[in-house]
């Protein structure tokens, strides 16, 4: 995704210091589910803005396969994910005559040849990335209160 979608939080600061108290995989765990909740605010919309905007059987198909991916190998520090569609869907794979791969949603998010883009991702981004920090917020102290709970 592009520079626009990446969300840097400031004034978090109490969080990771609780956080760094933790053990370091429960620590991981509260910060995984954490941004996973704020993450899923965006694919409803994502989800929601394909079958407005692009609309037909491909707006459905795309609302159908849109996920969440945790990324794998993250910083400590540093955590991300990603809204990107099912890699098992076949039919996001167009071959033209001449053999040339293209990626059906990522056209239809940026444009192709003489055909405007249809920015559905970026959109919702746009839309909810402020409640997205509050969400994360929300869960990060939701998750750091069980833990201390659990003593």
């Not at 407005?52 to 396969?65: T, V």
Request: positive net charge; hydrophobic residues 35%; charged residues 35%.
């Amino acid at each position: 995704m592009g520079d626009g979608m990446v969300l840097k939080l400031e004034g978090f600061r109490e969080f990771d210091a609780k956080l760094k108290r933790l053990v370091p995989k429960v620590a991981k765990k509260i910060v995984r589910q954490a941004t996973k909740a704020a993450a899923k605010n965006t694919l409803k919309r994502v989800k929601e803005n394909a079958k407005s905007m692009i609309g037909g059987e491909m707006g459905d198909l795309i609302a159908r396969n849109a996920k969440v991916f945790v990324f794998k190998h993250q910083r400590r520090g540093s955590w991300g994910v990603q809204i990107g569609m099912d890699p098992r869907e076949k039919r996001f794979i167009h071959i033209s005559t001449v053999g040339k791969r293209s990626y059906i949603p990522s056209a239809i998010e940026y444009g192709h040849g003489n055909a405007r883009p249809i920015p559905y991702i970026r959109r919702a981004w746009a839309e909810t990335k402020q409640q997205d920090v509050k969400i994360m917020g929300r869960e990060l102290k939701k998750g750091i209160e069980r833990e201390a709970k659990r003593g």
